[in-house]
């Protein structure tokens, strides 16, 4: 009962004094309010990176061979360091082959769906005699559209037989084709063009036509655009001169297959017997999922680090409340002791202030929360994923800005409590 | 006034000092016998430092005297705790101030509700009790309205409705009428005799001037911290 006439009384001297309860509050507003917008962009940016990662396959298990850690760094002779143990770079021994790889597929092959390579050659353009076109090359096998989706225009993609052939074929995106043909259609299908890679001139015939994608990490909109090119495994092992072999591919897991990680870790196991004798290199995979998750936690790590820094404006806000409140004692001294004579105790009183500055920190962390939700989705808009604030961090604020006003309230409204009535009544 | 003997104020050698062991120690009241009874209406008349003030806040339970005894309604207020000592004010004791004090931005209604709610009454029985004594002092049109809409006498009007708010036995008026015109200051005084006569109020008030002070049935002159005349007066009798 008391309660209710308390916030009463705490909305009248709030509203008036209008001005000067608004600036109070504004340090509860800007602290909540920053705070609110900081989680909206941190779970916006989640969105993103989960999205971007679901478009990269969360099914695909990516191994590679890793230098092995040097555990011996100093021998017993106290000469030898570890690192000289290899040479330190990747020979064709170190390589994972073929073989490995049908075995692999064979052990498990209710789980696999496809392996995926690719061997990334570099920056290349391309040349039919009249116009040219920046393309990225690289060379892929079979398995590898299972990993990367593309959407195919015209013609066919890279088959195992262009690969076994050691065909000299190329796909190139719609974006190359317009610069090198200025149009897109059948007609472009086994043309000719030039690569110039390394001073060296190779051809190609245009096998297929895909369509390409701009994604939220690159998004380049100028007509002379690199785009990715592919040709087969073979080809692109040729033109390196590399060894026979691969440092890193792609599992990409049958559907239905629960445990990714577990399976990524059944991977490892049955290819660590090839390595048992490496000295310089291990097998070493990863999951999409893995490396989402360490990406959640760093947002999650910054996204807490900056809502520390905005919690101590809060912090600020939350003075003024009790200056505020200080002043306001002051002015109602009078009252106060009027209050006392008319039969009010102590925690009556007490309560009175701590209700009046709790409704400050209430409305200010209110008017927060609609202002974290309007930065946070203007944020969220130029990220391009939209997402509401999340419902923890509204509880948080409100519960967090009632706090403040305990906290802060509790010292002017205990001191209000304990005035000596007589004194009190005397003030001017 | 109704003639009963029984004692509602009992002071005995009150004694009160301000700045107590501190080298400009000052000793206000020394040593005030008084003895009120029930029903009566008394009037302490002093110079300004005469030490009324001081012993009205003592009789009010506002301050506790540093020696001496003070028995209220068989209380013994030297004895009683600070929560103890607020239920005292809010129950038994109607203060009247000089300046008013109603609470600013609240209606008269809130201001008469005030003591009530401290009490714990429910709202119903507040504002139904609020109104009676709004009405009992004339200001029923004027439940409504917040003390910067009312004139000084006006004001006092309402806040002798709150005094009243849970019937306590004894009213204490500092100086009610020191701000108010004459007329004004008037009807304030005839309001007291109609709570002295009609609702069987003891009434202490504190003022300065002879002509107030003559319509009480007593008259008690302090001067310096003491006592130093009681008289009778015919006027009210």
Redesign the interface.
């Known amino acids: 009962?008391?309660i209710i006439?308390n916030i009463k009384?705490a909305f009248?001297?709030l509203f008036?004094n209008k001005m000067r309860s608004l600036l109070t509050m504004l340090g509860i507003i800007i602290g909540i309010g920053s705070v609110i917008a900081i989680m909206t962009v941190s779970e916006s940016l989640g969105g993103v990176v989960s999205d971007s990662f679901q478009d990269m396959g969360a099914n695909n298990i990516t191994v590679g061979i890793k230098k092995r850690e040097q555990e011996e760094s100093v021998r017993a002779d106290g000469m030898k360091f570890g690192a000289a143990a290899g040479s330190g770079s990747i020979e064709e021994k170190d390589l994972v082959t073929d073989e490995m790889l049908t075995g692999l597929k064979q052990t498990f092959q209710d789980k696999i769906d496809a392996v995926a390579i690719s061997e990334n050659i570099g920056s290349c353009t391309a040349n039919n005699g009249t116009a040219s076109a920046n393309i990225l090359l690289s060379g892929i096998n079979d398995g590898y559209f299972a990993s990367s989706k593309i959407t195919l225009l015209a013609g066919r993609r890279i088959k195992a037989s262009d690969i076994e052939g050691n065909k000299r074929v190329i796909m190139i995106s719609d974006k190359a084709a317009k610069n090198l043909f200025n149009s897109i259609n059948e007609n472009i299908l086994c043309q000719k063009i030039a690569i110039n890679y390394n001073g060296k001139y190779e051809d190609f015939y245009i096998t297929g036509i895909y369509k390409y994608e701009e994604n939220t990490f690159s998004s380049d909109s100028s007509s002379n655009i690199t785009t990715a090119a592919y040709i087969p495994l073979s080809a692109a092992k040729e033109l390196l001169h590399s060894y026979e072999g691969y440092s890193q591919f792609t599992v990409v897991t049958a559907q239905g297959t629960e445990d990714i990680s577990l399976f990524a870790e059944e991977i490892e196991q049955y290819l660590k017997p090839y390595y048992i004798n490496n000295e310089d290199y291990e097998i070493s995979s990863s999951t999409m999922e893995s490396m989402a998750e360490s990406m959640y936690e760093m947002i999650d790590t910054i996204s807490i680090a900056i809502s520390f820094i905005a919690g101590i404006s809060l912090l600020v806000g939350g003075i003024g409340v009790m200056n505020i409140m200080m002043v306001s004692i002051t002015e109602r001294t009078?009252?106060i002791?009027?209050?006392?004579?008319?039969?009010?105790?102590?925690s009556?009183i007490r309560l009175q202030f701590i209700t009046e500055s709790v409704i400050l920190c209430l409305i200010g962390g209110i008017l927060g929360i609609i202002t974290g939700f309007i930065l946070g989705a203007i944020a969220a808009g130029i990220l391009g994923y939209q997402v509401a604030a999340p419902l923890p961090a509204i509880i948080f604020s409100v519960g967090f800005s009632m706090a403040t006003g305990v906290f802060f309230g509790y010292y002017p409204a205990n001191k209000a409590a304990k005035m000596n009535?007589?004194e009190a009544?005397r003030y001017e | 006034m109704q003639k009963e003997n029984k004692i509602i104020i009992e002071l005995n050698k009150i004694v009160k000092k301000y700045y107590v062991g501190k080298p400009n120690e000052l000793e206000i009241l020394h040593g005030i016998d008084l003895q009120v009874y029930k029903g009566e209406f008394i009037s302490i008349v002093g110079e300004s430092g005469s030490g009324k003030s001081t012993l009205m806040?003592i009789i009010?339970a506002?301050?506790k005297p540093d020696s001496g005894s003070y028995n209220l309604e068989g209380i013994d207020i030297c004895q009683a705790k600070?929560?103890h000592l607020?239920?005292i004010?809010?129950?038994r004791i109607g203060?009247i101030?000089q300046?008013y004090?109603l609470?600013?931005?609240?209606t008269a209604r809130a201001n008469v509700e005030?003591?009530m709610?401290?009490?714990?009454l429910?709202?119903k029985e507040r504002q139904s009790r609020a109104e009676e004594l709004l009405e009992l002092v004339g200001m029923k049109d004027r439940i409504w309205h917040k003390p910067e809409e009312l004139s000084g006498g006006q004001k006092q009007r309402v806040a002798i409705a709150?005094a009243m708010a849970?019937n306590p036995g004894i009213l204490l008026a500092d100086e009610p009428t020191g701000a108010l015109d004459s007329q004004s200051g008037r009807k304030i005084m005839d309001i007291f005799h109609r709570l002295n006569k009609e609702h069987g109020k003891t009434i202490i008030l504190i003022t300065h001037s002879p002509e107030l002070a003559s319509e009480t049935g007593r008259i008690v002159t302090l001067c310096d911290g003491r006592i130093i005349n009681v008289r009778r007066s015919g006027a009210a009798c």
């Not at chain 2, 609470?103 to 609240?106: G, H, K, Q, S």
């Not at chain 2, 709610?117 to 714990?120: D, F, M």
């Open positions: 009962m008391l006439e009384i009248g001297a008036s009078k009252e002791g009027t209050r006392k004579a008319l039969g009010a105790r102590n009556s009535p007589v009544l | 806040n009010g506002l301050d600070e929560k607020s239920e004010r809010g129950r203060f101030f300046t004090n609470v600013a931005r609240t005030l003591p709610l401290y009490r714990g429910p709202k709150r849970n």
